[in-house]
DNA sequence: TTCTCATTGTCACAAGTTGCGACAATAATA
DNA sequence: TATTATTGTCGCAACTTGTGACAATGAGAA
């Protein structure tokens, strides 16, 4: 066998777009069942390294924002009906891989990424993957609902401490974008003055020209993070 | 075989005593190596059950405060050669547990306990577990240094927001041993009068009779946290 | 009893941070 | 040129935090 059993990894992948945050749900072939991406760990592979091999693989991108948050052990997360389900509807024999049926512990991380940059690509069970609102997700398989939750939970408090907007910013934006993104992760709307304030106040924004958006008003700055050195 | 293979739990076992936070250390049978308590994950036990239980088998204690802080997966942790002198040391048969010398994914937990309240028992691969102040730790085995490292970092991140000093301290302390709890915590020295009025004006703590030390000053308070509700 | 001394509870003050509203500046349009 | 929506900035009040100071206390010493 391929892969470490009863291992798995599960990422919630985060991206921003149409002012809203944005994650990545697979959809399995015919059962219109949801689930998150994952996958599983190699013999020989770090942990970290496979969860960076599979993001390369559903988004085509290579350095990625990633961060584990937690390791998910409970015994109800294993349900093999379903998972026999889908592998059936995929045209898999459950003889070829009965490994698939086995209790998983999975290790779930968050990604953050530039939604542009992106090109999602379904997996061998999967049919498609798409971005979804957080706002509006589907029921999803398994525990992923909680993974999600969890996921924005730390998320949010983490966002003070590691400057995290940045990962799911363009190189450029102004800063009505960037609160945006503020206001989207933290669910709530902030005080223009005082972001912009408390922004500027950090230190690691670098200014630019301006941008004109040709709409009727003052046009926005243009900053881009200062590259640490 | 009666554990989930390639999967273990390390845990990092908090204690305040003498002015320092100390963790529970143990040393194999012989060798006088060290290595966090751990343990593995029995078919058809949830995942933070078991870590559970690994801490009442070493502690005795049923109620801990118990938080998960992250998951290692490298490959460099496994050292096979390591682990099969521990257990021929013990009087193992590698035969008898061959799963043993695999490659394993260690799942990280840290619990906060009562000192006082701890009788430290020995598993079967070890002759003794101690305590060790942070600040005069023996070479520990694997990564398990690494792990001791970001327990702490994850403590002292989460000291302020979920109220942790309580799971080290008796039923009731005096302001001074509370804030050593913290200062032991932070590896810093705090000013008396702002902690104070910080741990006051959170509302959590109630305030009881004095107590009498039978030295020549003011005795201070006695307090306990609130029962919420 | 009175004095001494270490420790404790509290507070005033300065310095810093944050929420909120206001103001002028700007870019396109009417 | 006037209008309008948006942006950069600032002043003010409210709140938090670091720091030192003060009086109160409990036991032993004189």
């Given at each position: 066998m391929e892969h470490l059993p009863h291992i798995a990894f599960d990422s919630v992948i985060f991206g921003f777009s149409g002012q809203q945050l944005k994650i990545l749900i697979m959809e399995y072939h015919r059962t219109k069942w949801f689930a998150l991406p994952g996958g599983f760990v190699r013999y020989g592979e770090n942990l970290n390294d496979a969860v960076r091999r599979g993001l390369r693989e559903r988004t085509g991108l290579e350095d990625i924002y990633l961060e584990q948050f937690y390791t998910f052990g409970d015994?109800?997360?294993?349900q093999p009906e379903v998972m026999k389900r889908i592998l059936l509807a995929s045209g898999y024999r459950l003889e070829d891989c009965p490994w698939m049926l086995d209790r998983f512990i999975s290790v779930a991380y968050y990604a953050l990424i530039n939604y542009d940059q992106v090109d999602p690509r379904p997996d061998a069970l999967s049919d498609s993957i798409n971005w979804y609102s957080l706002k509006d997700l589907p029921p999803l398989l398994f525990d992923h609902r909680a993974v999600v939750d969890r996921a924005l939970t730390t998320l949010r408090s983490n966002l003070d401490t590691r400057l995290l907007g940045m990962n799911l910013l363009p190189p450029r934006f102004t800063m009505k974008e960037m609160q945006q993104v503020y206001e989207a992760i933290l669910g709530q709307s902030l005080h223009r003055g005082s972001f912009q304030r408390r922004m500027l106040g950090l230190g690691f924004l670098e200014r630019h020209e301006k941008r004109h958006s040709g709409q009727a008003h003052k046009s926005p700055y243009l900053y881009s993070f200062k590259t640490t050195g």
């Open positions: 015994v109800s997360r294993h």
